[in-house]
Structure formats: structure tokens, C-alpha cells
């Protein structure tokens, strides 16, 4: 049992709640301690539902942070990549992530092969979508010599293949990368991994974790939405698509549609709006939408799940490359709000940084990291953006969850009030996460 004493509930102050068997069991003002109940004095902090991360790849996130940096803003250069690949800690594989071309061209096998010959090598292309490997990598994972070492979303294969020691360091690497996630208030995840299936279900089966977890995946998964990827220069046969969003929803599991271009959306939604929708349908990202697009969403009943964090993080990159026409259609929130679609959030971590306080505070600043503005009309107030991870998994953009008797007790307490934490949008307030009524992060000693 844990008494959390003088917390600020939806702006009320000076009261207690109780937390018991991973419910909240009471609210009210000075509650009595009962013999052996833990307590925790809030000293007036704000009391708010534990964040759930609508949209986050926790298994490649994990693997990131052991992973050698291969992209911007650490590695811009043929040189540094070949530092940064030579000067890789420890002895067997190395992991790189976040290459884009600027760095050294397209990737392949041979390419590799000369940055680095004397240790396996995979390196992730930021979209995630791509891995690029030298001939040790390809040697070890069986794949034809003939190979040019690209691999385009064979995540499957990869896990499959990689030998059962990573698989072991992997499910720590899961442990502590979700205890950092507490560190958040993150008490709740999507993991939005396209190539989820049964064996994914097995793996969260034995991991011990400090969030609830909602999977999305592929048709070997039993329930959750159905994740299905789309590329604009490679758009499956609208018969099929629309077919296996049939399927989906005869099965009763809602599907979630990767958009981040215009044309993907449209595809998309069109197409659903024809199969029909179900609840929990949804669109990932929405990157970018314009005016009819919008429509087209608000028609459909579809919810969008967004990265406001990408604005800040990759905000001066879409200003500079992306058509200056779409720069007001790049990841709205107010437009959302406004058609009545619901918007859920989500970090895309490690995509994103997995920091939802950074989100919520893009989302209401719209600020690039270089200062610039992207879409100021599209700014949420800091209540909508904290709204965007305070839902229900299945049910990103709708009610918030609530702090009463009955409830779980997933909770985030904040070091002050609402009314001074609105102002200051930063990991930095959250004085304590609580997940199923057990304290999963304490920033100074509360208990
Ligand atoms: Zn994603």
C-alpha cells in the first residue's frame, strides 16, 4: 500500500491519495496512515496521469543505446564515420544507427568493407527502415555472398539470425532503457514495431518491466492493432490493402497505418474510409496533411498519432529540405484539435528522443532546435499537450485517463503545481512515477 500525502488533483490542493493492489483505493483530504503503508509527501506537486508513449520502438531503442552513432549531428562525413566505426567500444558486432546519405552516399557491403573489415558492422538508416552491412555481418547471417549487404525492412530476419548472446544482453538492455523511460513518467508503451508477432509477445513475457505495454504488429499477432508500413514509391495493390484491413477488423483488431508523406496518407485514409473503420484505427504520424487531407481524416473517424518532438529534433532539416508549400502541413496538432480528430502522441523513440516532455513542450512552442518556427498556428496550450500522452493505450486522443478510487494506479507526481509546470514543460518536474501502485522512479529520496 502507498499513501501519497498533499498532492494538487485537477487544481485542487492538500489532498492524499491511496494506492492498493495496483489500484487507487482512496482520495480525499488527510487520510490516516495505516501500519506499514509507505508514504510519499508530494509538498503540493501535481498529481497527473502516468504518461503513456503512443508510439515508441522500446526492443530498438534498447539496441540504440549501444549502438554507434552514424548520422548528423555526430557524423556528417565519410571521415567521421570511419572514426566513429573505428573507434567502437567493446569487440564483436557493431550496431550503428541514424545514417542518412549526406554522410557517405548509399551504403553497400563493399563500402563498408573499407571503413571497417575486422568486425561485423549493421548500420541503420534513419528511417529505420534499412540496414546496410559489411561481409562479416553478411557472412554471419547467412546471406547469399552475392549480397550487396542492404537489407529494406528485415528486421525479422535480423532478430532471427543474431546469436543467442545479444538476445541475452538484449532483455537487460530492455530492463534499463524502461526504468530510464520511468525516469520520464512514462508508466505506460505502444510498441508500434511493424514486425511484432507471437515470438514478441513471448520476449515482453519475460521481461520485467516498469510500463504497461500495448503491442501492435503483424498478422502473427493475436490481438492489438494491426501495424502495416506503406511507401509512396511502392504502395501495395489498393485491392489487397484495402483486404487486409478487412481481414484486421473481421478478426476484431484495429489497424495503424504508417503515413509520413501525402500521397501515403491519402492512400490510406481513402482506402480505409472505403473497408470502413473500427474503433482504434489509426493513422502513425500524418507527417504531413493538408487542408483536404484534414477533411478526409475527420470524415473517416480515423486518430492520429503524433511526434510534435520531431519538430524540435528534426524541425531545421524539413525547413531546409522540405517544399516550402508544406512547411504549414508538417506535423499539425492545433489542425487536429480543431477538425475533431482525436490526436494522440507519441516519441517514435529511437527515432525520436523518447523524452514526452520535449514533445509536449514542441508541441506548444513549435520551436526548431535552431529556434525557427514550424506551423505557429498549429501550437497546442501545455494542458492539450500533456492530454497527448494522459489517454488510454487503446485510445490515444480520447478521454484522459482519471485519478479516482477504482483506477489503476499508474501516476506521474510533479515536483510543483500545474499552474508553474505549464510554464516549464521539462523531464526535469517529474518527482516520481508510480506503475500498478509500486514506485518505479524517485528523483530525490520521497518514500
Ligand atoms: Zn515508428
Known amino acids: 500500500m502507498l499513501l501519497i500525502r498533499q498532492v494538487e488533483l485537477d487544481g485542487v490542493v492538500g489532498l492524499d491519495v491511496r494506492c492498493r493492489e495496483g489500484r487507487i483505493d482512496e482520495v480525499g483530504r488527510d487520510l490516516s496512515k495505516f501500519?506499514?503503508?509507505?508514504?510519499?509527501?508530494?509538498?503540493?506537486?501535481?498529481?497527473i496521469p502516468g504518461l503513456h508513449d503512443h508510439h515508441i520502438h522500446l526492443l530498438a531503442l534498447a539496441a540504440s543505446r549501444r549502438s554507434v552513432r552514424c548520422g548528423p549531428p555526430e557524423v556528417t562525413s565519410t571521415a567521421e564515420l570511419r572514426t566513429?566505426?573505428?573507434?567502437?567500444?567493446?569487440?564483436?558486432?557493431?550496431?550503428?544507427?541514424?545514417?542518412?546519405?549526406?554522410?557517405?552516399?548509399?551504403?553497400?557491403?563493399?563500402?563498408?568493407?573499407?571503413f571497417c573489415g575486422d568486425r561485423p558492422?549493421?548500420?541503420?538508416?534513419?528511417?529505420?527502415?534499412?540496414?546496410?552491412?559489411?561481409?562479416?555481418?553478411?557472412?554471419?547471417?547467412?546471406?547469399e555472398p552475392s549480397s550487396?549487404?542492404?537489407?529494406?525492412?528485415?528486421?525479422?530476419?535480423?532478430?532471427?539470425?543474431?546469436?543467442?548472446?545479444?538476445?541475452?544482453?538484449?532483455?537487460?538492455?530492455?530492463?534499463?532503457?524502461?526504468?530510464?523511460?520511468?525516469?520520464?513518467?512514462?508508466?505506460?508503451?505502444?510498441?508500434?514495431?511493424?514486425?511484432?508477432?507471437?515470438?514478441?509477445?513471448?520476449?515482453?513475457?519475460?521481461?520485467?518491466?516498469?510500463?504497461?505495454?500495448?503491442?501492435?504488429?503483424n498478422e502473427r499477432l493475436a490481438d492489438g492493432p494491426l501495424k502495416i508500413m506503406l511507401d509512396d514509391y511502392a504502395l501495395p495493390d489498393i485491392d489487397?490493402?484495402?483486404?487486409?484491413?478487412?481481414?484486421?477488423?473481421?478478426?476484431?483488431?484495429?489497424?495503424?497505418?504508417?503515413?509520413?508523406?501525402?500521397?501515403?496518407?491519402?492512400?490510406?485514409?481513402?482506402?480505409?474510409?472505403?473497408?470502413?473503420?473500427?474503433?482504434?484505427?489509426?493513422?502513425?504520424?500524418?507527417?504531413?496533411?493538408?487542408?483536404?487531407?484534414?477533411?478526409?481524416?475527420?470524415?473517416?473517424?480515423?486518430?492520429?498519432?503524433t511526434q510534435p518532438n520531431l519538430i524540435m529534433e528534426r524541425g531545421s532539416h524539413y525547413l531546409d529540405e522540405v517544399d516550402h508549400k508544406d512547411h504549414p502541413y508538417l506535423y499539425r496538432c492545433r489542425g487536429f484539435v480543431d477538425a475533431g480528430v482525436p490526436l494522440g502522441g507519441g516519441t517514435d523513440a529511437p527515432f525520436g528522443r523518447p523524452d514526452p516532455w520535449a514533445a509536449m513542450r514542441a508541441a506548444v512552442t513549435r520551436q526548431t532546435d535552431d529556434g525557427r518556427v514550424i506551423g505557429e498556428c498549429e501550437a497546442l496550450t501545455p494542458r492539450q499537450a500533456l492530454a497527448l500522452f494522459t489517454t488510454h493505450p487503446d485510445d490515444p486522443g480520447g478521454p484522459e485517463r482519471r485519478i479516482a478510487p477504482g483506477e489503476a494506479a499508474d501516476l506521474?507526481?510533479?515536483?510543483?503545481?500545474?499552474s508553474e509546470v505549464q510554464h516549464a514543460l521539462h523531464s526535469d518536474v517529474v518527482a516520481a512515477t508510480i506503475m500498478d501502485g509500486v514506485v518505479t522512479f524517485e528523483r530525490n529520496k520521497l518514500t
Not at 528511417?127 to 553478411?138: D, Q, R, V, Y
Not at 509477445?201 to 503491442?215: A, D, E
Request: proline fraction near 2%.
Open 148 to 217: 550487396d549487404g542492404q537489407l529494406f525492412r528485415e528486421d525479422t530476419l535480423l532478430r532471427e539470425r543474431l546469436d543467442h548472446e545479444n538476445i541475452e544482453q538484449e532483455t537487460l538492455d530492455v530492463e534499463a532503457t524502461s526504468a530510464w523511460l520511468a525516469s520520464y513518467g512514462v508508466t505506460g508503451i505502444t510498441e508500434t514495431t511493424h514486425s511484432n508477432n507471437d515470438a514478441t509477445v513471448r520476449l515482453f513475457g519475460t521481461l520485467n518491466l516498469s510500463q504497461r505495454v500495448m503491442l501492435m504488429g
Open 84 to 114: 566513429a566505426l573505428t573507434n567502437a567500444p567493446g569487440t564483436g558486432w557493431i550496431r550503428g544507427v541514424g545514417y542518412v546519405e549526406s554522410v557517405a552516399g548509399m551504403l553497400d557491403r563493399e563500402i563498408l568493407d573499407g
Open 35 to 47: 501500519p506499514g503503508e509507505t508514504t510519499i509527501d508530494a509538498r503540493g506537486g501535481a498529481l
Open 240 to 305: 489487397a490493402f484495402r483486404q487486409r484491413i478487412t481481414t484486421a477488423h473481421e478478426h476484431g483488431r484495429p489497424v495503424a497505418v504508417h503515413c509520413v508523406t501525402r500521397t501515403e496518407l491519402v492512400f490510406a485514409v481513402s482506402t480505409l474510409l472505403e473497408a470502413g473503420t473500427i474503433p482504434g484505427d489509426r493513422i502513425e504520424h500524418a507527417s504531413v496533411t493538408d487542408d483536404p487531407a484534414m477533411e478526409l481524416i475527420a470524415r473517416s473517424g480515423l486518430t492520429v498519432v
Open 121 to 143: 558492422v549493421r548500420i541503420q538508416h534513419r528511417s529505420g527502415k534499412m540496414w546496410f552491412l559489411n561481409s562479416l555481418a553478411c557472412a554471419q547471417l547467412g546471406l
Open 412 to 418: 506521474c507526481l510533479l515536483t510543483h503545481g500545474w
